[in-house]
């Protein structure tokens, strides 16, 4: 195989390595894979995307957005293959392979579909509801965000190329704002025949991206406001690069993934025999192994009941031996390498430091499969070690040997538990193995706070259990502390870290104006046709119709009550309604009155009204007593185009009564037609 030169991909150019390069090896057998070294022009890389790539990407609404990401995640599906066989170079087998490339591009589908159901096909969001600031609400707050416009620089681990990668592509992208990645040199082939497909995709504009491979030079120290920082690795490097004078003086953000000594924790009434214990020792063995323990949610610290702690050891050692550690193409391996030679003499120095507090309890020292390079490749056995004082210990709480290291402590009650493992000061994730709801609740009174991410399982939650070591792109990946302090995915909260929320104060018509959402009060748009008439894009934020009134009578609440079945007491038994304190008497259904309130706004005809799909957000503000007379507001109040063919409309319906008081309200939804 040829050495291959690694580019970087600079203000729209492909650069061919310079300066000192870097050679970085095979971590199965040693072999140099590719070499690096980037003498580039940071302050052209940054004006490119701040001034080509920023402003295409706002150019697109989120959907459109959403709409290039489905396609990048479906072009690089098409091209896993190639991705595998580099992987295998980085110590990976193919399960670890697809937690990495597969799991990255399925992030990127995950990203595109919320993108697409959460957003609006527009580029500001509204967040949250409005809020009315004075008596009439003739002036209104709303929060909103919009793109920060500056770029994103995404610092990325060694331990996956892929994922990493595109874990933080995927929001940044959706949210508008250009990046410029910056890979991990241990594993960087990987990460740069990813990157190269999506430049050759075609299918974002200038600017989007760019690639750095090798150093970051001067990069960090051209940074302003409007740039984030999105950084994993060490915590020791994360410290170095938050204190660059350029990100303190301008608050530039920095978000931080870093060393976490996850814990986890067999429930108090898991015992052996129990499906939680052995779904627990499943899953330590797992993390334990797959990507040979680099994982930063990798479990550190094993917290059992002191009187299962030597069933636990028996246990997992008993699966440890079972591991197959080899050449990762083979078909029998079950285990890896490390990354590199660099990272296995990293590890050693570190179980040598657990060791220090902790017996090892088991870890042989060359079970690797026949044929395997001991020497040149990164290959290391499992370590289980057993910490007698746990409380006393300092090493095995803050310590992170990033590979195949676990420690068992024994636990004397749950509050024992839960203190051990607050002992991490902060992690990306624990986990809990129990079948009982209370054990569960005071893990997460005791515990939450602590960790980024609680994940429970147990005989219930069976094959559909994520993982404990599997960030999902739903949910929030990030911890308190040791960690970091940051946050990244947790769908649409990851694509905020890229955006700048603002808190707008005006008057309904102006934020209507803004926002593109009908805001009570504003001056409704009254039509010369009925809204129903209307096609999508004739259709008008705040077209507005008002309706004729209708009584209500008893014959009617009556007719409802036989009709449907629901003669609840109200409708029907005048003194018991008059005893309810919410009654003067005899009152409609809440269900007659919705009906009633379709009665009135419906215009019969077909039309471009395809269906009513649903209402939102419906209340009952005032009883309506038989002889009451109803009539109907109705206002566009939202668009959102789904596809050629039709929209969702969101509607704000009003009913009041012959006083003028609101007597229901809610948002209807429609699809109407293009
Ligand atoms: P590093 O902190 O050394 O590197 C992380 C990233 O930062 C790499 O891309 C690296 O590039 C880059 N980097 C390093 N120094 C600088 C600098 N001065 N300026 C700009 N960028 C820099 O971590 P490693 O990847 O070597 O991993 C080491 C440890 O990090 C692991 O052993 C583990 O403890 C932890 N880790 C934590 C993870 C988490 O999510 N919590 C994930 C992975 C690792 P380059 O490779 O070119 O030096």
Known sequence: MTVLSLNSFAAGKWVAPSGSLTSLKSAVDGRVIAELGAELDFAAMIEHARAVGGPALRALTFHERAAKLKALAQYLNERRDALYELSYETGATKPDSMIDIDGGIGTVFV?????????PDDVIYVDGNLEQLGKTGAFVGQHVATSLQGVAVHINAFNFPVWGMLEKLAPTLLAGVPAIVKPASA??????????????????PDGAVQFVAGSTGDLLDRLGSQDVVSFTGSAATANLLRKTPTILENATRFIAEQDSLNATILGPDAAPGTPEF???????????TAKAGQKCTAIRRILVPTDHREAVIEAISARLAKTVIGDPRAEATRMGALASLAQRRDVLDKAALIGSEARQVYGTENGFADGVDAENGAFVSPMLFACDDPDGADKVHSVEAFGPVSTVMAYRDLDHATALANRGAGSLVASVFTHDPAVARRVVLASGAFHGRLYFANRDTGREATGHGSPLPHLVHGGPGRAGGGEEMGGIRGVMHYMQRTALQASPDLLTGIT????????????????????????????????AERQVTLE????????????????????????????????AHGYLILSFAAGLFVDPAPGPVLANYGLDNLRFMKPVSPGDRLKVRLT?????RRNADYGEVRWDVTVVNQDGEQVAGYELLTMNQM
């Not at 960087?188 to 497909?197: G, I």
């Not at 009570?520 to 309706?547: C, D, N, V, Y």
């Open 636 to 640: 566009a109040k939202a668009k959102t």
């Open 111 to 119: 990203f595109a579909s919320k993108g697409r159901r959460e957003l």
């Open 278 to 288: 052995d779904i627990f020792v499943k899953e330590v063995h797992r993390e334990m």
């Open 516 to 547: 593109r959402i009908y805001v009570k009060g504003a001056t409704p748009i009254p039509g010369q046709k009925h809204p129903f008439r209307l096609r999508f894009p004739e259709l008008e934020i705040g077209h507005t119709l008002e309706t």
């Open 556 to 587: 009617d609440i009556e007719h409802f009550a036989e009709f449907t079945g629901d003669t609840f007491y109200a409708h029907m038994d005048e003194e018991a309604a008059k005893a309810n304190p919410f009654f003067p008497g005899r009152v």
């Open 187 to 204: 594993t960087a082939w990987l990460a740069e025949a990813a990157f190269r497909m999506i430049v050759e995709s075609g299918l974002l």
